[in-house]
Nanobody
Framework: QVQLVESGGGSVQAGGSLRLSCAVS????????MAWFRQAPGKEREGVAV????????RYDDSVRDRFTISQDNAKNTAYLQMDNLKLEDTAKYYC???????????????????WGQGIQVTVSS
């Protein structure tokens, strides 16, 4: 059974940093793509960043480009999301997701992912 477990969320002031981790178990890490999504109250779930686990290709949503960094440690079956210069509008519940295949086409569509973590809250205050 594949499980994704997020950690590292919390509360931070605007301009601060957090690093989210997503540990994957029960699957062969490196055979697909890992993504981070977020969902704020009353809004749709949106793709933040994605990495193809075997090739290392990366994409970001424009709203986080140059502030967030997605990375991975294949030996630990873990993906990370380093979030710097956090803004109030980054407040949301963040989810990691795993999809099959290395293609990053349509990577922002939640339906392209098979497994999801339970989500972790990130709150940015002024």
């Amino acid at each position: 059974q594949v499980q994704l477990v997020e950690s590292g969320g919390g509360s931070v002031q605007a301009g601060g940093s957090l690093r989210l981790s997503c540990a994957v178990s029960g699957d062969t890490y490196g055979s697909g793509r890992m993504a981070w999504f977020r969902q704020a109250p009353g809004k749709e779930r949106e793709g933040v960043a994605v990495i193809s686990t075997g090739v290392g290709n990366i994409r970001y949503d424009d709203s986080v480009r140059d502030r967030f960094t997605i990375s991975q440690d294949n030996a630990k079956n873990t993906a990370y999301l380093q979030m710097d210069n956090l803004k109030l509008e980054d407040t949301a519940k963040y989810y990691c997701a795993e999809g099959q295949g290395h293609s990053l086409l349509w990577w922002t569509l939640p339906t392209k992912y098979t497994y999801w973590g339970q989500g972790i809250q990130v709150t940015v205050s002024s």
